[in-house]
């Protein structure tokens, strides 16, 4: 016979399995007739769009050092001149050939995502001091019960990164490199974001 508690049980945890997928990226998965294309997927950009164009591929990487293949990304950025196409954005006009905002799911092979974007102009911290060029991504997968945020920063800012104000407030600077991305090629750059273990990406609890 059931007894009556004097206090509520925790709810079961749901972690965030294949439907991401199904619901986030059906074409992806083979489900047509939804969304003629998934949202946020293929390039950032139109054609009239200011700023250079380029690409960032990664992968999410487990703490054993294997990729991800159901892990989902997104990213969030300002367009070249350091403005978000948001009804929030306050200080000017975005520019309304670049979205600002893109998903991608890894690759079903390689665990590899890709961006095709514009690289961001510096905007201003919340005390007005301008943080380097970055873009902002968001991690889920199954295992990970609440989406995780981290930032990509460029190589070739190496002043504006030294004078960027939440890069300066990490405490263990060794760690700083786990938010720069590599060179990959001309205007291309490699970010793996390792979950666990041996260069740990920082995370941000936002």
Same mark, same amino acid.
């Given at each position: ?47 009239? !769009? ?11 990487? =487990? ?10 990304? $997104?990213?969030?950025? +300002? ?6 196409? *948001?009804?929030? $954005?306050?200080? /000017? ?6 979205? /600002?905002?893109? &998903? *991608? ?10 961006? =095709? ?33 981290? &930032? ?7 002043? !504006? ?6 890069? +300066?407030?990490?405490?263990?600077? =060794? ?5 720069? !991305? ?25």
């Amino acid at each position: 016979m059931a007894q009556p508690l004097p206090y509520l049980q925790e709810s079961a945890s749901q972690t965030a399995g294949p439907y991401v997928h199904i619901g986030c990226t059906p074409n992806f998965v083979g489900i047509h007739g939804v969304f003629d294309k998934d949202l946020g997927a293929g390039p950032l950009y139109g054609e009239a !769009a200011r700023g250079t164009r380029i690409t960032i591929r990664g992968a999410v990487i =487990d703490g054993g050092g294997y990729p991800l293949k159901d892990a989902l990304v $997104e990213i969030w950025q +300002a367009d070249a001149e350091g403005l978000y196409n *948001s009804p929030a $954005e306050t200080r /000017g006009a975005a520019d309304p050939h670049f979205t /600002g905002w893109g &998903r *991608s799911p890894g690759d079903m092979d390689t665990g590899e995502f890709r961006f =095709d974007t514009i690289k961001p102009g510096r905007v201003p911290f919340r005390d007005g001091r301008p943080m380097a060029p970055h873009i902002t991504f968001w991690i889920v997968a199954r295992g990970i019960n609440l989406g995780l945020h981290t &930032r990509m920063y460029f190589p070739d800012e190496a002043e !504006a990164n030294a004078q960027d104000p939440v890069l +300066a407030r990490i405490e263990h600077k =060794d760690r700083i490199p786990t938010l720069i !991305a590599r060179p990959d090629g001309e205007n291309a750059y490699r970010f793996d974001i390792r979950l666990q273990g041996e260069g740990e990406t920082v995370f941000f609890d936002i």
